[in-house]
């Protein structure tokens, strides 16, 4: 049911749109012509919503504000990117017919360092801007996320998007399509900062890349931002079928505080005036606006496909290293849905990123599908496999996270399988120290699912008893076993039956998250 409010210059109208905005049963804002002065941040609402100018004129309904991410706000700090003219955090806007401005003027004041000046910051997903006009300096248009590990979708339909320097920039996997691109002085287009494991970042298709009056080759079409020189945006620009003009550099594309463009992901295909030294899209790389879009309705529901990544407590072992089993090995059996068991012995976050093993793992991720998530026993370790629990634990877990969301799975987060150990009270206790809150902060915070197997296991190791819990885990003496002549007494690595135990575990977690029927 559509609830419409008018905002207008009439005593029978509602004098702004932030007035409209505070009704949360509202579903369409209709706005009369005017410049309305206001800066402006739409919250997550029950319904989605419309903005609209009432006569179908871009130029008519202009919002306007003027701040710079120098200026200071109601805490005396800088604003940051909170200085944009509208912010959108919810999900499912439409803004159609509208001018969206920040008028701030670097020129004007020239002792101001910090002269970003957003006119539209989005944060929200299934966001559309129609037949909008965007317009600004440097920073324009932010096309940004909640969080690192977050996935959304924007699509630019026919709109005008102006400013010089970065002024389409941001993580988000956004669509500009057909409209025109304005440079108003030398600069840079584009800036993205996309996630590395994110195959899909910024696509302008069938748009108009126009600078009025500015000298020859005096634009770059962009250059890789890295958000506090973070390492792993790898941003993507790409320019399908575009109109380009003179005002355009030969080289296209430019480093950025010391990152190399062409370890970014630009490309170039199709359309008229492109230089043919610009980099060409690579084969494979989604390229209309709908398949770029494709995760926009979020992913499907859960196909009961299992794909996991962790450590030597879920890997496969062969039969001579019996009784030695991963819980992910036998998982199959306790949920009796396909399981994909990409866990490696000895990994840690920081290993299975850098050798490689995600990027292969999430070739074979489909939507649908639930990826698991459960490192930590390795993290800790004083090597090269270190992930500290305060920085770089965390931000590796996202990074896994955002390969996931961006494939259209379900990223699970497990904390470790808790090791056998017990006090001299005969009381299971924790050695993973603070690496599971670690990932129940993170699941929190980022909405992510999350099953508390460190929890979980260490109930059951206390109910097995500390001598009962031995046959869960590699303890045996001489001969007992082929592969263990001299015995062994392994608090960590489970045995079958301790593998099928914490399994049975993991598939009651997932049903009880609602993820497996």
Same mark, same amino acid.
């Not at 806007?93 to 970003?116: C, I, S, Y």
């Not at 320097?165 to 025109?180: H, I, N, S």
């Given at each position: 049911?559509?609830?419409?409010?008018?905002?207008?210059?009439?005593?029978?109208?509602?004098?702004?749109?932030?007035?409209?905005?505070?009704?949360?049963?509202?579903?369409?804002?209709?706005?009369?012509?005017?410049?309305?002065?206001?800066?402006?941040?739409?919250?997550?609402?029950?319904?989605?919503?419309?903005?609209?100018? +009432?006569? !179908?004129?871009?130029?008519?309904?202009?919002?306007?504000?003027?701040?710079?991410?120098?200026?200071?706000?109601?805490?005396?700090?800088?604003? @940051?990117?909170?200085?944009?003219?509208?912010?959108?955090?919810?999900?499912?806007?439409?803004?159609?017919?509208?001018?969206?401005?920040?008028?701030?003027?670097?020129?004007?004041?020239?002792?101001?360092?910090?002269?970003?000046?957003?006119?539209?910051?989005?944060?929200?997903?299934?966001?559309?801007?129609?037949?909008?006009?965007?317009?600004?300096?440097?920073?324009?248009?932010?096309?940004?996320?909640?969080?690192?590990?977050?996935?959304?979708?924007?699509?630019?339909?026919?709109?005008?998007?102006?400013?010089?320097?970065?002024?389409?920039?941001?993580?988000?996997?956004?669509?500009?399509?057909? @409209?025109?691109?304005?440079?108003?002085?030398?600069?840079?287009?584009?800036?993205?900062?996309?996630?590395?494991?994110?195959?899909?970042?910024?696509?302008?298709?069938?748009?108009?890349?126009?600078?009025?009056?500015?000298?020859?080759?005096?634009?770059?079409?962009?250059?890789?931002?890295?958000?506090?020189?973070?390492?792993?945006?790898?941003?993507?620009?790409?320019?399908?079928?575009?109109?380009?003009?003179?005002?355009?550099?030969?080289?296209?594309?430019?480093?950025?505080?010391?990152?190399?463009?062409?370890?970014?992901?630009?490309?170039?295909?199709?359309?008229?005036?492109?230089?043919?030294?610009?980099?060409?899209?690579?084969?494979?790389?989604?390229?209309?606006?709908?398949?770029?879009?494709?995760?926009?309705?979020?992913?499907?529901?859960?196909? @009961?496909?299992?794909?996991?990544?962790?450590?030597?407590?879920?890997?496969?072992?062969?039969?001579?290293?019996?009784?030695?089993?991963?819980?992910?090995?036998? +998982?199959?059996?306790?949920?009796?849905?396909?399981?994909?068991?990409?866990?490696?012995?000895?990994?840690?976050?920081?290993?299975?990123?850098?050798? !490689?093993?995600?990027?292969?793992?999430?070739?074979?991720?489909?939507?649908?599908?639930?990826?698991?998530?459960?490192? @930590?026993?390795?993290?800790?370790?004083?090597?090269?496999?270190?992930?500290?629990?305060h920085r770089t634990y965390p931000s590796n877990l996202r990074r896994m996270v955002v390969g996931a969301r961006a494939r259209g799975a379900h990223p699970?987060?497990?904390?470790?399988?808790?090791?056998?150990?017990?006090?001299?009270?005969?009381?299971?206790?924790?050695?993973?120290?603070?690496?599971?809150?670690?990932?129940?902060? +993170?699941?929190?915070?980022?909405?992510?699912?999350?099953?508390?197997?460190?929890?979980?296991?260490?109930?059951?190791?206390?109910?097995?008893?500390?001598?009962?819990?031995?046959?869960?885990?590699?303890?045996?003496?001489?001969?007992?076993?082929?592969?263990?002549?001299?015995?062994?007494?392994?608090?960590?690595?489970?045995?079958?039956?301790?593998?099928?135990?914490?399994?049975?575990?993991?598939?009651?977690?997932?049903?009880?998250?609602?993820?497996?029927?």
């Open positions: 049911m559509t609830r419409t409010a008018v905002v207008g210059d009439d005593a029978e109208l509602l004098p702004s749109i932030g007035r409209a905005l505070a009704d949360p049963a509202v579903t369409e804002i209709v706005v009369h012509p005017g410049r309305y002065v206001e800066h402006l941040r739409i919250e997550p609402r029950p319904a989605p919503l419309t903005i609209r100018s +009432l006569t !179908g004129r871009a130029q008519d309904v202009v919002l306007t504000f003027d701040l710079c991410q120098g200026d200071r706000d109601r805490t005396g700090l800088p604003y @940051g990117q909170d200085c944009a003219t509208l912010t959108v955090a919810a999900d499912d806007v439409t803004l159609a017919d509208l001018t969206v401005e920040n008028t701030f003027d670097r020129d004007a004041e020239p002792d101001q360092v910090e002269a970003q000046a957003i006119a539209l910051r989005t944060l929200g997903d299934r966001i559309t801007v129609q037949r909008c006009r965007v317009l600004a300096r440097q920073d324009t248009l932010l096309l940004d996320a909640p969080g690192w590990s977050d996935v959304r979708h924007v699509h630019l339909l026919d709109c005008l998007v102006e400013g010089d320097v970065d002024f389409v920039y941001g993580r988000a996997t956004a669509v500009l399509e057909g @409209g025109e691109v304005r440079s108003n002085g030398p600069g840079w287009v584009s800036a993205p900062s996309t996630a590395r494991e994110n195959p899909r970042g910024l696509l302008f298709s069938g748009v108009r890349f126009t600078g009025p009056g500015l000298p020859e080759g005096s634009v770059h079409l962009g250059r890789p931002w890295h958000p506090g020189g973070k390492p792993d945006a790898i941003g993507q620009a790409l320019f399908v079928d575009c109109e380009f003009g003179p005002h355009l550099s030969p080289e296209g594309f430019t480093e950025m505080a010391g990152f190399d463009w062409r370890e970014a992901r630009f490309g170039v295909r199709g359309g008229t005036g492109a230089n043919p030294g610009w980099p060409a899209v690579l084969a494979g790389s989604p390229c209309r606006p709908a398949e770029f879009l494709a995760g926009w309705g979020g992913p499907p529901a859960p196909t @009961g496909r299992i794909v996991v990544v962790s450590d030597s407590t879920a890997s496969d072992y062969p039969p001579e290293r019996a009784p030695r089993t991963g819980w992910a090995q036998v +998982l199959a059996g306790c949920t009796g849905t396909e399981v994909v068991n990409r866990a490696i012995s000895g990994a840690s976050t920081t290993s299975f990123l850098a050798s !490689g093993a995600f990027d292969e793992t999430l070739e074979q991720v489909r939507p649908g599908d639930l990826l698991l998530i459960a490192f @930590g026993h390795n993290d800790t370790k004083p090597d090269e496999r270190h992930a500290d629990v699970v987060l497990l904390t470790s399988v808790e090791r056998r150990s017990f006090d001299a009270g005969g009381r299971a206790r924790s050695t993973h120290g603070g690496h599971p809150e670690a990932v129940r902060r +993170l699941a929190q915070a980022d909405g992510v699912a999350w099953f508390d197997l460190t929890v979980a296991s260490r109930r059951l190791w206390q109910d097995q008893g500390e001598e009962g819990s031995r046959d869960s885990f590699l303890w045996f003496g001489p001969g007992v076993h082929a592969g263990y002549p001299d015995g062994e007494r392994d608090d960590t690595h489970l045995s079958r039956a301790g593998a099928v135990a914490v399994a049975g575990l993991v598939t009651r977690g997932l049903r009880d998250l609602g993820l497996l029927r």
